[in-house]
């Protein structure tokens, strides 16, 4: 067992430090996309059958169940299709970012993912408005894309 002054002086520093944030589930069909992200590239799925993007991955086109299943780079630009804005939360990492945005955002490429919406004041979000990719690092050599509204002229 931990020495009592060990275990205090451990209490502390969990305290002063932000918690780790939760992680996606890395594992399975979308692997290859979290480990792009890390290098900075949004990947989407598309059929190389029907030629047909889908969200989210899998091994089998949801449009025509072909297994041809393929990555291509999306270009990290999309719509904001509906938000909302999480004022309460109970999980310790999410708890530190409140208030933030919780985004459906439509991609150019024709897929709707969620994600957040960050570097973006809360009240000029609106639905149609532009946003695109930023990644942010996370551990296990992965990066988790978040959203912002477009530059102007972007
Ligand atoms: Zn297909």
């Known amino acids: 067992m931990a020495h009592t002054d060990c275990g205090h002086l451990e209490q502390i520093l969990v305290s002063e430090n932000i918690p780790p944030r939760p992680l996606p589930d890395t594992r ?3 692997e290859k996309f979290w480990i792009a992200a890390a290098e900075g590239v949004l990947l989407v799925p598309k059929c190389t059958a029907c030629s047909r993007t889908f969200w989210h991955p899998r091994p089998r086109c949801p449009h025509c169940g072909s297994t041809s299943v393929d990555w291509i780079k999306a270009t990290g630009n999309g719509t904001v ?3 909302t804005v999480v004022r309460q939360s109970g999980d310790p990492y999410f708890k530190t970012k409140l208030p933030y945005a919780v985004a ?3 991609l150019d490429e024709g897929v709707r993912i969620m994600s957040n919406i960050v570097d973006t004041p809360l009240e000029v979000l609106r639905i149609g408005m532009r946003v695109e990719v930023l990644f942010e690092a996370a551990p ?10 477009q ?4």
């Open 28 to 30: 399975n069909a979308g």
């Open 81 to 83: 299709h509906t938000f």
């Open 104 to 106: 459906m955002i439509e």
């Open 140 to 149: 296990g050599g992965i990066a988790i894309p978040l959203f912002r509204a």
């Open 151 to 154: 530059s102007r002229g972007a």
